[in-house]
């Protein structure tokens, strides 16, 4: 087949793009592959001279590329051919970049077409396109703008992420000396932002959106932006309260029990435990089991606990009356404690009498089979206790 048949068939919208292509991909033939697609590429994009409407060109382009990986998911393929198909949106990738400069329409398709493939292709392909999206001399609002609102904005703000990571590097290049990592950050919480408000709730996707652009506000030291990212997340969980609580208690490989969604980097301590506590969230239906894991959660010193059973039901609720019990022992050491610091002179029957009692609640203690936090600092102050009463009878 000539360059001229094979061009008719990629660019003529009435003609289908995969005959030749598929016998291609099967005979594994790369090399003839990449200059048939780079040929197409170029006769699909004229120079800037020769065309002011570039929409035409990129449904071409979008519907040839389209049709590439339509065969990857629909043909019967071995995975080393599905490998070499992979392989052939380098010359793609390459054309993209040396004309990425030309306009936001071209921009703009660029990126839609970065969203196609980016969960198509290996994640090292995947951020070096985007860092090919970065590299675009004038990094204006207006690109900010267009990146805040991709198709993709997870796998977007994981690459930012992963620029950020690297901005020492990054930076040091010419191609990248213009950007403020600051402005990728800023996009990360746009992102966010946007994303929320078109969902109307809080999914896994908004919380990896929120860890991201947390994460890379943390790798540039920017306590200000570190800032306004908590705080709009706060706001949207608020807002959201219950799609946020719904998968918040987590259980890890070990099945111990924790508290997730990142809540530490959203509130702090007492503002999260006002918030789970509103009476609003009352009528939610998980509520009981969120409110119980974290009062326990609490007084294990922030740490996943081991629940009494592993039931998938399982609302905490026993958990919480052993935890009761233990405030009522605690309380009661503390009222022996506040009476051995006083001052007053006490006959040796007294302090017999006291340490039978501080015996007595240890014996109860160990009756409770909540092994948290809470449960051994109150061991220690028992047998701190009794140890001091052995010496005062003696």
């Given at each position: 087949m000539s360059k001229a048949e094979f061009n008719a068939r990629v660019i003529d919208r009435?003609?289908?793009?995969?005959?030749?292509?598929?016998?291609?991909?099967?005979?594994?033939?790369k090399r003839q592959l990449q200059e048939r697609l780079t040929d197409a590429l170029i006769d699909s994009f004229p120079t800037e001279t020769k065309a002011t409407d570039w929409s035409d060109n990129y449904s071409q382009l979008y519907k040839f590329t389209m049709s590439i990986y339509e065969i990857i998911e629909d043909a019967e393929l071995s995975n080393e051919i599905v490998r070499a198909v992979i392989e052939q949106y380098n010359p793609i990738q390459n054309f993209q970049k040396s004309i990425h400069s030309i306009n936001?329409?071209?921009y703009k398709s660029v990126l839609e077409f970065w969203c196609y493939f980016s969960n198509r292709i290996p994640e090292k392909n995947n951020f070096e396109i985007l860092y090919s999206l970065l590299e675009i001399p004038a990094f204006t609002a207006d690109i900010q703008s267009i990146l805040s609102k991709t198709k993709k904005?997870?796998?977007?703000?994981?690459?930012?992420?992963?620029?950020?990571?690297?901005?020492?590097?990054?930076?040091?290049?010419?191609?990248?000396?213009?950007?403020?990592?600051?402005?990728?950050?800023?996009?990360?919480?746009?992102?966010?932002?946007?994303?929320?408000?078109?969902?109307?709730?809080?999914?896994?996707?908004?919380?990896?959106?929120?860890?991201?652009?947390?994460?890379?506000?943390?790798?540039?030291?920017?306590?200000?932006?570190?800032?306004?990212?908590?705080?709009?997340?706060?706001?949207?969980?608020?807002?959201?309260?219950?799609?946020?609580?719904?998968?918040?208690?987590?259980?890890?490989?070990?099945?111990?029990?924790?508290?997730?969604?990142?809540?530490?980097?959203?509130?702090?301590?007492?503002?999260?435990?006002?918030?789970?506590?509103e009476s609003k969230l009352s009528d939610f239906e998980g509520i009981d089991k969120v409110r119980n894991a974290w009062e326990i959660y609490k007084n294990n010193d922030y740490k996943p606990f081991q629940p009494i059973d592993n039931l998938s039901d399982n609302n905490f609720s026993l958990e919480v009356e052993k935890l009761k019990s233990l405030f009522a022992l605690e309380a009661k050491v503390s009222i022996i404690e506040n009476q051995l610091k006083d001052t007053e002179e006490k006959t040796s029957n007294i302090y017999y009498k006291l340490k039978q009692e501080i015996e007595n609640i240890g014996t109860e203690l160990d009756n409770i089979d909540l092994y948290i936090t809470k449960t051994g600092d109150l061991n220690k102050r028992i047998a701190n206790l009794a140890s001091k009463l052995t010496v005062k009878i003696s």
């Open positions: 009435g003609n289908n793009p995969l005959d030749g292509i598929e016998q291609l991909f099967k005979a594994k033939n936001f329409n071209h904005p997870v796998a977007l703000s994981k690459c930012i992420r992963a620029f950020v990571g690297r901005r020492d590097e990054f930076l040091s290049n010419e191609n990248y000396s213009h950007i403020n990592v600051v402005d990728l950050v800023q996009i990360q919480l746009e992102q966010l932002k946007n994303y929320i408000e078109s969902k109307r709730n809080i999914n896994e996707d908004a919380l990896d959106l929120f860890d991201y652009a947390i994460s890379s506000a943390k790798k540039i030291n920017n306590e200000k932006l570190k800032t306004k990212i908590s705080e709009q997340m706060k706001i949207s969980v608020e807002l959201y309260a219950e799609s946020y609580l719904k998968d918040i208690v987590k259980k890890n490989s070990i099945d111990e029990i924790g508290i997730g969604n990142n809540w530490v980097n959203i509130f702090n301590i007492e503002e999260f435990d006002s918030f789970v506590n």
